[in-house]
C-alpha cells in the first residue's frame, strides 16, 4: 500500500471548517483513499473513502487532486465531538488489512 | 443492528498468564480482523479471519498469539504467556461479505501484564 503523509497536529475553531491534507504521492491507479479517525480510547470509525472523484457524505467531504497525489478531507463546521486522531489510507479496494500511520491529531477548540 | 462487541473492556494478566480477547462482529458480517495499538502507536495490522479459516496473519507474532473464527460464536485471539510488552489495546473489526473495504471496529479490549 501507498504510504501517506499527515501533519502530526491540527487546531480547527469550532464551527469553522476543519481541512486536513494528505500526501499519498506514490499512489497507484487502483488504490483507493479512505479516512478513518479514532477519538480517544474509542476504535476507529469509518469517515468517507473515493478513487479520483470528488466524494462527499453526511460527515465530511473528500476532494482528491487531479493527478491523484493528495486529497483533503474537509468536516464542514467542526464541533468539539470532533476532536480526534484522523488517519489518511490508501489500499486497494477490497484487500484485507488497513495500514494505519500517525495520522494527524486534530483539536477542536471553543 | 448492534455494533462489534469485544469483550471484556479491560483485562488485567499477571506475566505467564493467558489473555482470551472476544470479538463478535457486526450481524450479517463474516470477516473478522484484529488490530493491536501500543501506547501512543498507531494500530498494526495482526491477523484476517473468515469464518473457521485464517485468511492473512503476516501481522501476528509467530509465537504465543493464535486467533480464531469458529462457525458458531466469537472470535478469540488468545495470547499464551503473556508478558509486558503485550500490553495494548487490542481492537476488532468486521466487514461483510460483499464489501470488504468498509471496516466496522468495536471499542476494544485494553490489556494490561502486571
Known amino acids: 500500500d501507498a504510504k501517506t503523509t499527515q501533519p502530526p497536529s491540527m487546531d480547527c475553531a469550532e464551527g469553522r471548517a476543519a481541512n486536513l491534507p494528505c500526501n499519498h504521492s506514490t499512489i497507484s491507479g487502483n488504490e483507493y483513499v479512505y479516512w478513518y479517525r479514532q477519538i480517544h480510547s474509542q476504535g476507529p470509525q469509518y469517515i468517507i473513502h473515493g478513487l479520483k472523484n470528488n466524494e462527499t457524505n453526511e460527515m465530511a467531504s473528500l476532494i482528491i487532486t487531479e493527478d491523484r497525489k493528495s486529497s483533503t478531507l474537509i468536516l464542514p463546521h467542526a464541533t468539539l465531538r470532533d476532536t480526534a486522531v484522523y488517519y489518511c489510507?490508501?489500499?486497494?479496494?477490497?484487500?484485507?488489512?488497513?495500514?494505519f500511520g500517525t495520522g494527524t491529531r486534530l483539536q477542536v477548540f471553543p | 443492528n448492534a455494533g462489534v462487541m469485544q469483550n471484556p473492556r479491560h483485562l488485567v494478566r499477571r506475566r505467564g498468564q493467558e489473555a482470551r480477547l472476544r470479538c463478535s462482529p457486526m450481524k450479517g458480517h463474516s470477516h473478522v480482523y484484529w488490530y493491536r495499538q501500543l501506547p501512543e502507536e498507531g494500530l498494526k495490522f495482526m491477523v484476517y479471519?473468515?469464518?473457521?479459516?485464517?485468511?492473512?496473519e503476516s501481522g501476528m507474532p509467530k509465537e504465543r498469539f493464535s486467533a480464531e473464527f469458529p462457525k458458531e460464536g466469537p472470535s478469540i485471539l488468545r495470547i499464551q504467556q503473556v508478558v509486558r510488552g503485550d500490553s495494548a489495546a487490542y481492537f476488532c473489526?468486521?466487514?461483510?461479505?460483499?464489501?470488504?473495504?468498509?471496516?466496522?471496529f468495536g471499542a476494544g479490549t485494553r490489556l494490561s501484564v502486571l
Open positions: 489510507i490508501v489500499r486497494v479496494e477490497n484487500t484485507d488489512k488497513l495500514i
Open positions: 479471519l473468515q469464518k473457521e479459516n485464517i485468511i492473512d
Open positions: 473489526a468486521s466487514s461483510p461479505l460483499r464489501a470488504q473495504n468498509i471496516q466496522y
